[in-house]
């Protein structure tokens, strides 16, 4: 049994396949909307005229609207490549497994400002702090007035008959 890839069937039946790349950017706060902004700038001018999706959530979180838009696009064979400015950006974790994900598409993921190679035990050290970034930040929305305001009514609510 051979396995033929998909874009070499479409080259030889004399078809084009118009792929073409897709730009992302997220921020995890609506406070950090400058940065949204100077991300999609960069991407823009790296590559202009193509299709942008942007979320204002946290990276460890996969059902954000502009990821899943951007997931979709690469699973119908649409995206010739995903491009963000920073790695991170994408997802907190999961990076490698996102770029086989997207291998098996034919979409390659390319990031404008690589980091660094970090040794085992920074690498480590920066997944936790991430890691406790996220969960303070979600503790301390739990403290918020409004949060507290709407738990409160959802007792209230719980409790009447």
């Known amino acids: 049994m051979r396995r033929v890839p998909l874009s070499e069937v479409h080259r030889l039946m004399g078809e084009q396949e118009t792929r073409l790349p897709v730009l992302y950017a997220r ?4 406070g950090q909307k400058d940065d949204l902004e100077r991300q999609k700038e960069r991407l823009q001018r790296a590559f202009p005229g193509a299709e942008m999706h ?3 959530r946290s990276g460890l979180k996969f059902d954000r609207p502009g990821f899943l838009a951007v997931l979709k ?5 649409r995206v010739s490549r995903v491009v963000v400015a920073y790695e991170d950006r994408l997802a907190r974790f999961g990076v490698d497994l996102l770029r086989q994900v997207f291998a098996a598409y034919g979409t390659t993921l390319d990031v404008l400002e690589p980091k660094p190679k ?6 480590l050290a920066n997944d936790l702090i991430a890691i406790i970034t996220s969960f303070s930040a979600r503790l301390y929305g739990l403290r918020s007035p ?11 609510m719980v409790k009447s008959p």
Do not use: F, G, N
């Open 27 to 30: 921020v995890s706060s609506h």
């Open 54 to 56: 942007t979320d204002i």
């Open 73 to 77: 696009a690469v699973q119908e064979r």
């Open 118 to 123: 970090d040794t085992p035990e920074s690498e």
């Open 146 to 156: 409004k949060t507290k305001r709407l738990l409160s009514e959802a007792r209230k």
